[in-house]
């Protein structure tokens, strides 16, 4: 009955722009909330699988593929404490033809991960950049969609037309946040007000700044707080992940 009472939640975190912090956020949000003592699932939906590479997991037996395929349940990779992996493969971009189809196709992720919901209090879904049905898969199965913008031009426009097409699929944005935030830049500045001034509620109040760290720790396969926890990329995604709790427990 506790466990029923449980039920963690599922976050799914997607862009169809490549390079704005996707992989990274799922990695850091996922390892901050881990730190604050949560129990995390990180789910690699991506056939480029760099969060699989990025946390130094090279050649699992069990992917997320072969789950999606045999409907069969796959073990989760310990990284850290309190932190779990479902790896993916490059062998995933078979997966939206095979699956095709397949009858209620898009729900597949979702009972796949209906019995780790009692086990872990956070999911967390990286997708790829785009709308297939792997991305289908991670919304429908999602509790909460929550979107990575750059603070660039067009960062605003490109947020309305990911919305509208979410919205046609009967979901919604949940939360925004800003990331590769340079305060010295006035674009940058100007870009993240105007965000925070249309999307009110809806744009997360931590703006993610550009740091190197966060390029490199990829490469030695850890996440930010283990490769330099006192960098600003390290403190940023902790406050987020404190964000990311209230959000969760209050829908504000």
């Given at each position: 009955?506790?466990?029923?009472?449980?039920?963690?939640?599922?976050?799914?975190?997607?862009?169809?722009?490549?390079?704005?912090?996707?992989?990274?956020?799922?990695?850091?949000?996922?390892?901050?909330?881990?730190?604050?003592?949560?129990?995390?699932?990180?789910?690699?939906?991506?056939?480029?699988?760099?969060?699989?590479?990025?946390?130094?997991?090279?050649?699992?037996?069990?992917?997320?593929?072969?789950?999606?395929?045999?409907?069969?349940?796959?073990?989760?990779?310990?990284?850290?404490?309190?932190?779990?992996?479902?790896?993916?493969?490059?062998?995933?971009?078979?997966?939206?033809?095979?699956?095709?189809?397949?009858?209620?196709?898009?729900?597949?992720?979702?009972?796949?991960?209906?019995?780790f919901k009692p086990i872990y209090d956070f999911i967390i879904i990286d997708c790829p950049p785009s709308l297939g049905l792997l991305t289908l898969n991670s919304f429908f199965a999602s509790d909460y969609i929550y979107?990575?913008?750059?603070?660039?031009?067009?960062?605003?426009?490109?947020?309305?037309?990911?919305?509208?097409?979410?919205?046609?699929?009967?979901?919604?944005?949940?939360?925004?946040?800003?990331?590769?935030?340079?305060?010295?830049?006035?674009?940058?500045?100007?870009?993240?007000?105007?965000?925070?001034?249309?999307?009110?509620?809806?744009?997360?109040?931590?703006?993610?700044?550009?740091?190197?760290?966060?390029?490199?720790?990829?490469?030695?396969?850890?996440?930010?707080?283990?490769?330099?926890?006192?960098?600003?990329?390290?403190?940023?995604?902790?406050?987020?992940?404190?964000?990311v709790i209230s959000h969760c427990k209050t829908g504000k």
């Amino acid at each position: 009955f506790k466990n029923i009472l449980k039920m963690g939640k599922i976050i799914t975190i997607a862009n169809f722009k490549g390079g704005v912090g996707k992989t990274t956020s799922a990695i850091n949000i996922g390892s901050g909330l881990s730190r604050r003592r949560k129990k995390v699932l990180l789910v690699d939906m991506d056939p480029q699988y760099n969060l699989t590479q990025s946390l130094g997991i090279t050649d699992p037996q069990q992917t997320i593929y072969q789950a999606l395929i045999n409907k069969a349940q796959i073990k989760p990779i310990e990284k850290t404490k309190g932190l779990d992996v479902l790896p993916s493969s490059l062998e995933l971009i078979r997966a939206e033809i095979e699956l095709s189809g397949e009858l209620k196709r898009e729900y597949i992720l979702s009972n796949i991960i209906a019995p780790f919901k009692p086990i872990y209090d956070f999911i967390i879904i990286d997708c790829p950049p785009s709308l297939g049905l792997l991305t289908l898969n991670s919304f429908f199965a999602s509790d909460y969609i929550y979107i990575p913008i750059e603070a660039e031009y067009l960062a605003l426009k490109g947020y309305t037309i990911l919305n509208e097409a979410i919205n046609k699929i009967g979901l919604e944005i949940d939360k925004v946040f800003i990331t590769k935030y340079d305060s010295r830049k006035i674009l940058n500045r100007n870009v993240t007000e105007s965000i925070k001034e249309n999307l009110g509620h809806k744009a997360f109040k931590t703006v993610i700044r550009d740091n190197i760290s966060l390029a490199e720790a990829p490469a030695k396969g850890v996440d930010i707080f283990t490769y330099n926890d006192k960098c600003n990329g390290a403190q940023d995604y902790f406050y987020l992940t404190k964000e990311v709790i209230s959000h969760c427990k209050t829908g504000k």
